[in-house]
């Protein structure tokens, strides 16, 4: 008889509560899921995300990442991790890598947090996966409180006191930001839902969130007229001299923008026909507000690559 594994719930070395004696006594039982730095904002992490064999030896600075603690070793230079990453065979030591163990950043988060599964042998079929919805957001940890579900886009979570936990639902990466319409910094978390945001040392209020950052075709723009690249959108794919023509019907006033693959830039202009004052963007920007853009944009020329 075929016997499944069920999960009942999960044994957790607690963020700011984990030591390393604490964390090892559960790795003793199986591997663990811990976090790590891998967004490549740094000179470290983006050695993280081109590794390839080796023992790293990196200082990290935020938890964006979740990974598997399968293991530790020690040489002559001290102990080191074993990690299994989600980036696939082609990626490090084929999905596998080895860090060096350090105090001062507890192993780039590593040691900072770890959960170990409880799982419970099970002769019962193993029912089929629920089909995942929208994100959904609560205001205590444990997914408890007030909740709320967001499927889009959303520049200003109205009547919601305090994000404590999220399920991402069917989304695959979210930004979300501390201040509304997309302002004041963000954090990224990727193919990851968080029962406590405490618990990984994320104790920020979080005021707005990208769910789905979709990427315009090749050479191709997309303008807004909200904050967070979300509202009315027009797609401009070559200069265009006056934006309240009927071919692009965008008479709003563009709030944010969207840069597809191929495009160097965007030069924004106050008045048609390229005339007026003028500036030019040369990334995304999820608000204009607070800006000197925040105002109605009439023609733009794009600057291919």
Same mark, same amino acid.
């Given at each position: 008889?075929?016997?499944? !594994?069920?999960?009942?719930?999960?044994?957790?070395?607690?963020?700011?509560?984990?030591?390393?004696?604490?964390?090892?006594?559960?790795?003793?039982?199986?591997?663990?899921?811990?976090?790590?730095?891998?967004?490549?904002?740094?000179?470290?992490?983006?050695?993280?995300?081109?590794?390839?064999?080796?023992?790293?030896?990196?200082? @990290?600075?935020?938890?964006?990442?979740?990974?598997?603690?399968?293991? =530790?070793?020690?040489?002559?230079?001290?102990? $080191?991790?074993?990690?299994?990453?989600?980036?696939?065979?082609?990626?490090?030591?084929? *999905?596998?890598?080895?860090?060096?163990?350090?105090?001062?950043?507890?192993? @780039?988060?590593?040691?900072?947090? *770890?959960?170990? #599964?409880?799982?419970?042998?099970?002769?019962?079929? /193993? #029912? #089929? &996966?629920?089909?995942?919805?929208?994100?959904?957001?609560?205001?205590?940890? !444990?997914?408890?409180?007030?909740?709320?579900?967001?499927?889009?886009?959303?520049?200003?979570?109205?009547?919601? &006191?305090?994000?404590?936990?999220?399920?991402?639902?069917? =989304?695959?990466?979210?930004? $979300?930001?501390?201040?509304?319409?997309?302002?004041?910094?963000?954090?990224? $978390? %990727?193919?990851?839902? =968080?029962?406590?945001?405490?618990?990984?040392?994320?104790?920020?209020?979080?005021?707005?969130?990208?769910?789905? %950052?979709?990427?315009?075709?090749?050479?191709?723009?997309?303008?807004?007229?909200?904050?967070?690249?979300?509202?009315?959108? /027009?797609?401009?794919?070559?200069?265009?001299?006056?934006?309240?023509?009927?071919?692009?019907?965008?008479?709003?006033?563009?709030?944010?923008?969207?840069?597809? &693959? !191929?495009?160097?830039?965007?030069?924004?202009?106050?008045?048609?026909?390229?005339? !007026?004052?003028?500036?030019?963007?040369?990334?995304?920007?999820?608000? =204009?507000?607070?800006?000197?853009?925040?105002?109605?944009? %009439?023609?733009?020329?794009?600057?291919?690559?």
């Amino acid at each position: 008889m075929k016997l499944n !594994g069920v999960v009942l719930g999960f044994d957790t070395c607690s963020y700011g509560r984990c030591t390393r004696d604490k964390q090892r006594a559960l790795l003793a039982r199986g591997p663990l899921i811990v976090y790590v730095d891998a967004d490549g904002s740094t000179g470290a992490t983006k050695i993280f995300q081109h590794y390839k064999s080796g023992i790293l030896a990196i200082t @990290c600075s935020q938890i964006n990442h979740a990974i598997v603690l399968t293991g =530790f070793d020690k040489d002559e230079k001290g102990e $080191f991790l074993y990690g299994m990453n989600s980036w696939g065979a082609g990626w490090g030591e084929k *999905g596998y890598f080895r860090i060096r163990v350090n105090d001062a950043d507890k192993t @780039c988060f590593m040691e900072a947090y *770890g959960s170990l #599964p409880k799982v419970q042998k099970s002769d019962q079929p /193993v #029912p #089929p &996966p629920p089909v995942p919805g929208c994100l959904k957001l609560y205001s205590q940890c !444990g997914l408890q409180g007030d909740s709320k579900e967001i499927c889009t886009n959303t520049p200003k979570f109205a009547n919601f &006191p305090f994000v404590a936990g999220y399920d991402t639902g069917k =989304f695959k990466k979210l930004k $979300f930001f501390l201040g509304e319409n997309c302002k004041n910094g963000f954090y990224s $978390f %990727e193919n990851q839902s =968080f029962s406590c945001l405490a618990d990984v040392g994320v104790t920020a209020s979080f005021k707005s969130v990208i769910v789905d %950052e979709q990427i315009p075709p090749q050479g191709c723009v997309w303008l807004y007229d909200d904050s967070c690249i979300s509202g009315n959108k /027009v797609e401009v794919c070559t200069d265009v001299p006056d934006l309240n023509d009927p071919k692009y019907n965008f008479g709003n006033k563009t709030t944010s923008i969207k840069l597809g &693959p !191929g495009v160097k830039g965007v030069s924004a202009y106050l008045d048609p026909n390229y005339e !007026g004052s003028y500036t030019t963007l040369r990334s995304d920007r999820y608000s =204009f507000e607070g800006s000197w853009l925040n105002k109605d944009i %009439e023609s733009v020329k794009i600057i291919k690559a």
